[in-house]
Protein backbone atom coordinates (compact mmCIF):
# COMPACT_ATOMS: atom_id res chain seq x y z
CA UNK A 1 0.00 0.00 0.00
CA UNK A 2 1.05 3.32 -0.89
CA UNK A 3 -0.20 6.53 0.76
CA UNK A 4 0.30 9.96 -0.69
CA UNK A 5 -0.40 13.39 0.78
CA UNK A 6 0.19 16.46 -1.44
CA UNK A 7 1.32 19.84 -0.13
CA UNK A 8 2.23 23.18 -1.05
CA UNK A 9 -1.18 24.42 -2.38
CA UNK A 10 -2.25 27.78 -2.15
CA UNK A 11 -3.60 31.26 -3.28
CA UNK A 12 -1.47 32.71 -5.78
CA UNK A 13 -1.88 35.83 -8.43
CA UNK A 14 -2.03 35.04 -11.95
CA UNK A 15 1.92 35.29 -13.17
CA UNK A 16 2.88 33.74 -10.03
CA UNK A 17 4.55 30.46 -8.77
CA UNK A 18 3.93 27.33 -6.72
CA UNK A 19 5.62 24.18 -6.19
CA UNK A 20 3.37 21.38 -5.15
CA UNK A 21 5.18 18.31 -3.82
CA UNK A 22 3.65 14.85 -2.97
CA UNK A 23 5.02 12.38 -0.15
CA UNK A 24 4.77 8.83 -0.38
CA UNK A 25 4.75 6.85 2.35
CA UNK A 26 4.33 2.90 3.02
CA UNK A 27 6.73 1.96 0.19
CA UNK A 28 9.02 3.35 -2.16
CA UNK A 29 7.59 5.05 -5.34
CA UNK A 30 10.98 3.65 -7.55
CA UNK A 31 9.10 1.35 -9.18
CA UNK A 32 6.59 3.77 -9.93
CA UNK A 33 5.39 6.37 -12.43
CA UNK A 34 3.81 9.31 -11.09
CA UNK A 35 1.10 11.88 -12.58
CA UNK A 36 -0.63 14.76 -11.38
CA UNK A 37 -4.00 15.55 -12.53
CA UNK A 38 -6.10 18.49 -11.21
CA UNK A 39 -10.07 19.03 -11.11
CA UNK A 40 -11.77 22.80 -11.68
CA UNK A 41 -14.73 23.29 -10.09
CA UNK A 42 -17.74 22.20 -12.22
CA UNK A 43 -15.33 19.76 -14.15
CA UNK A 44 -13.98 16.45 -14.41
CA UNK A 45 -10.58 15.32 -13.50
CA UNK A 46 -7.47 15.77 -16.05
CA UNK A 47 -4.19 15.16 -16.77
CA UNK A 48 -1.40 17.20 -16.18
CA UNK A 49 1.68 16.05 -16.26
CA UNK A 50 3.55 12.31 -15.88
CA UNK A 51 6.92 11.49 -15.32
CA UNK A 52 8.31 7.93 -15.63
CA UNK A 53 9.91 5.42 -13.18
CA UNK A 54 13.48 6.36 -14.85
CA UNK A 55 12.59 10.01 -14.49
CA UNK A 56 13.95 10.38 -18.24
CA UNK A 57 10.47 10.38 -19.38
CA UNK A 58 7.62 13.78 -18.93
CA UNK A 59 4.57 14.74 -20.46
CA UNK A 60 2.36 17.72 -20.38
CA UNK A 61 -1.20 18.48 -21.16
CA UNK A 62 -0.71 21.07 -23.83
CA UNK A 63 -2.03 24.11 -21.61
CA UNK A 64 0.82 23.78 -19.09
CA UNK A 65 3.35 22.55 -21.51
CA UNK A 66 6.45 25.45 -20.46
CA UNK A 67 4.99 26.46 -17.29
CA UNK A 68 4.49 23.05 -15.15
CA UNK A 69 7.81 21.13 -14.80
CA UNK A 70 7.27 17.78 -12.99
CA UNK A 71 10.30 16.06 -11.69
CA UNK A 72 11.07 13.13 -8.81
CA UNK A 73 13.23 12.77 -6.08
CA UNK A 74 12.91 8.77 -5.19
CA UNK A 75 15.69 9.07 -2.01
CA UNK A 76 12.93 11.24 -0.76
CA UNK A 77 10.43 9.34 -2.12
CA UNK A 78 8.60 12.81 -3.42
CA UNK A 79 7.20 13.79 -6.45
CA UNK A 80 7.50 17.94 -7.34
CA UNK A 81 4.84 19.96 -9.83
CA UNK A 82 6.60 23.31 -10.19
CA UNK A 83 4.18 25.68 -11.87
CA UNK A 84 5.17 28.59 -13.17
CA UNK A 85 3.36 31.67 -15.39
CA UNK A 86 -0.07 30.80 -13.30
CA UNK A 87 -3.27 31.49 -14.65
CA UNK A 88 -6.72 31.70 -13.51
CA UNK A 89 -7.71 28.59 -15.51
CA UNK A 90 -5.06 26.42 -13.49
CA UNK A 91 -7.69 26.98 -10.50
CA UNK A 92 -8.06 23.37 -8.99
CA UNK A 93 -7.32 20.76 -6.62
CA UNK A 94 -4.59 19.22 -7.71
CA UNK A 95 -3.93 14.96 -6.90
CA UNK A 96 -1.07 13.09 -7.21
CA UNK A 97 -1.05 9.32 -8.39
CA UNK A 98 1.02 6.47 -8.64
CA UNK A 99 0.85 3.49 -11.17
CA UNK A 100 3.14 0.31 -11.20
CA UNK A 101 5.49 0.36 -13.66
CA UNK A 102 8.03 -1.56 -15.82
CA UNK A 103 11.24 -0.99 -15.65
CA UNK A 104 11.88 1.54 -18.20
CA UNK A 105 10.26 4.40 -19.65
CA UNK A 106 6.48 3.90 -19.48
CA UNK A 107 4.10 6.96 -19.13
CA UNK A 108 0.41 6.48 -18.48
CA UNK A 109 -1.88 9.49 -19.32
CA UNK A 110 -5.77 7.79 -17.98
CA UNK A 111 -6.86 8.03 -14.42
CA UNK A 112 -8.22 4.57 -14.35
CA UNK A 113 -4.36 3.18 -15.08
CA UNK A 114 -3.27 4.53 -11.52
CA UNK A 115 -3.07 2.29 -8.60
CA UNK A 116 -3.09 4.96 -5.46
CA UNK A 117 -3.87 8.64 -5.04
CA UNK A 118 -3.49 11.28 -2.76
CA UNK A 119 -6.24 13.46 -1.39
CA UNK A 120 -5.04 16.62 -3.43
CA UNK A 121 -4.15 20.36 -2.92
CA UNK A 122 -5.94 23.08 -3.48
CA UNK A 123 -4.60 25.74 -5.90
CA UNK A 124 -5.96 29.24 -6.66
CA UNK A 125 -5.04 31.82 -8.51
CA UNK A 126 -6.26 35.06 -8.88
CA UNK A 127 -6.86 37.47 -11.71
Known amino acids: QVQLIESGGGLVQAGGSLRLSCAASGRTVSSYAMGWFRQAPGKEREFVAVISRSGGMTYYVDSVKGRFTISRDDAKTTVYLRMNSLKPEDTAVYYC????????????????????WGQGTQVTVSS
Open 97 to 116: AAKQAPPYSSVYFAQDRYDY
